[in-house]
Antibody, heavy 123, light 107 residues
Framework: QVQQQQWGAGLLKPSETLSLTCAGYGGSFSGYYWSWIRQPPGKGLEWIGEINHSGSTNYNPSLKSRVTISVDTSKNQVSLKLTSVTVADTAVYYC?????????????????WGQGTTVTVSS | IVLTQSPGTLSLSPGERATLSCRASQTFSSSYLAWYQQKPGQAPRLLIYGASSRATGIPDRFSGSGSGTDFTLTISRLEPEDFVVYYCQQYGSSPRTFGQGTKVEIK
């Protein structure tokens, strides 16, 4: 069974750097897009960015100046770094596996999600 | 692309039919539209991809349709576990975006 496990610091102070890692188990790593999504308390889902197995990235412009997503294919891991966090970055952060087929002519959705990591930014 | 879901809250009874709408600010291929279900305290679960294809293990009471800017998720007969929140998502352009969600509640 394909699973994703994520971990990282859950309590940060303003101006610190958020760092989360997501590891995939039980399935192929190549050929997929790996996204990070966040959900502020009581609110909807916000797409942060994505990376494919070859390291090509795509970020949400609203966060692009502060976000870095990287991949370590030898460990089947994807990482998220968000610098200069503020209270507004308080949210549950999810990693998710997506697939869009050859030349991305079709989107198969994000079918495997991590369990979520609650990140609180507070002074 | 901005996705607007309506209604924000849908109040229905078990056994009834639910129709959830997702309207896009611009046209994109239906190949790039997905629906997710989220239960409290859990990660979202993929229901529908390509606007109308059910994901693995999803009951056939869930169906999706639509094209252009208008997409619909239909739950033919609501089961007690279906009274949660649903999100649409587009992958047709970057940034990938989600609708704000529709909550289906028990009437």
């Amino acid at each position: 069974q394909v699973q994703q496990q994520q971990w990282g610091a859950g309590l940060l102070k303003p101006s610190e750097t958020l760092s989360l890692t997501c590891a995939g188990y039980g399935g192929s790593f190549s050929g997929y897009y790996w996204s990070w999504i966040r959900q502020p308390p009581g609110k909807g889902l916000e797409w942060i960015g994505e990376i494919n197995h070859s390291g090509s990235t795509n970020y949400n412009p609203s966060l692009k100046s502060r976000v870095t997503i990287s991949v370590d294919t030898s460990k089947n891991q994807v990482s998220l770094k968000l610098t200069s966090v503020t209270v507004a970055d308080t949210a549950v952060y999810y990693c998710a596996r997506g697939y869009c087929g050859a030349d991305c002519q079709y989107y198969y959705g994000m079918d495997v999600w991590g369990q979520g990591t609650t990140v609180t930014v507070s002074s | 692309i901005v996705l607007t879901q309506s209604p924000g809250t849908l109040s229905l009874s078990p056994g009834e039919r639910a129709t959830l709408s997702c309207r896009a600010s611009q046209t994109f291929s239906s190949s790039y539209l997905a629906w997710y279900q989220q239960k409290p305290g859990q990660a979202p679960r993929l229901l529908i991809y390509g606007a109308s294809s059910r994901a693995t293990g999803i009951p056939d009471r869930f169906s999706g349709s639509g094209s252009g800017t208008d997409f619909t998720l239909t739950i033919s007969r609501l089961e007690p576990e279906d009274f949660v929140v649903y999100y649409c998502q587009q992958y047709g352009s970057s940034p990938r975006t989600f609708g704000q969600g529709t909550k289906v509640e028990i009437k």
